[in-house]
């Protein structure tokens, strides 16, 4: 059923009625969410990696250049710390304080959700936000900037990111799918569903019978899956939906 076409309630109201029915949400976000803080996305001509940082980026790199390799992952770091969570990223955690979003996947690695006060967030290709030691794999967090040894075992230190040629970590993938699996909403925001195998969340949302919702200032190779297309800003969608939850609510609401 495509719910654009209900009665004449608005694309907005739509989705803000899904979000209050729903018993369980998940919600998959992209670069949208965060360019909109500002933050460049990863590989347009002004992003945050240029080509030959993509080109260093690599566990090969990683393995046979390794102050190279730092020095690129520490100008990202660097420059990460300009930007902060957006009134998108903010509207989400409040939405899951108030038990309307389960879990948030993201395929972004700002940490920018769990500045906003979300938890339950997936991060499926690692972190800025953290280091881990290539020794004894102990992890640092709130870090400043790369540091070069472990304090533990005087390891060397890289940053908690998935590099190119690396796989997803099978943590995050299970508990994504886990996510994915058991709602009955999806709602993909700011991405452009491009990405392999994250991409197939939608899918596997819709063959476990969710309703998908995209929300993209553009078309996504997935439209034709969806349930219900916004498009638009997504702070400015957001801050709708969240007007519209309020309406629903004062609606709905018994009298006294």
């Keep these: 059923m495509n719910l654009n076409k209900v009665g004449k309630m608005t694309d907005i109201e739509l989705l803000a009625q899904l979000i209050q029915k ?13 360019t909109e803080s500002g933050l460049p996305d ?9 080509k030959n940082q993509i080109d260093v980026a690599t566990t090969n790199v990683l393995n046979e ?15 990460l710390q300009q930007y902060k969570p957006n009134i998108g990223h903010e ?17 972004n690695v700002d940490g920018f959700h769990q500045m906003a006060g979300s938890n339950n967030v997936i991060e499926l290709h690692g972190t800025l936000t953290k280091q881990r030691c290539l020794g004894c794999r102990k992890e640092y967090e709130n870090i400043n900037e790369i540091e070069s040894n472990c304090l533990k075992c005087s390891g060397r230190l890289r940053p908690c990111v998935v590099f190119y040629g690396e796989s997803l970590p099978k943590t995050a993938i299970e508990k994504a799918v886990f996510e994915t699996n058991r709602c009955n909403l999806f709602i993909s925001i700011g991405s452009s569903l491009q990405v392999s195998p994250a991409n197939i969340l939608p899918l596997k949302a819709k063959q476990s019978g969710a309703k998908l919702c ?7 190779i997935m439209d034709s899956n969806a349930d219900l297309i916004v498009r638009g800003n997504i702070s400015t ?14 609606e709905t609401s018994p009298m006294i």
Excluded at 22 to 34: D, L, M, P, R
Excluded at 65 to 79: A, K, S
């Design 42 to 50: 990863y590989r347009s001509s002004n992003g945050l990696w240029n």
């Design 22 to 34: 729903s018993n369980i949400t998940t919600i998959f976000t992209g670069a949208g969410i965060s």
């Design 214 to 220: 995209i929300i993209n200032n553009e078309e996504t």
């Design 91 to 107: 509207i989400l955690a409040k939405w899951q304080k108030d038990g309307l979003v389960d879990a948030i996947i993201t395929q």
């Design 237 to 250: 969608v957001l801050q709708s939906v969240n007007e519209s939850l309020k309406n629903y609510y004062h």
């Design 65 to 79: 250049n390794f102050e190279r390799f730092i020095d690129i992952y520490r100008d990202q770091i660097i420059r």
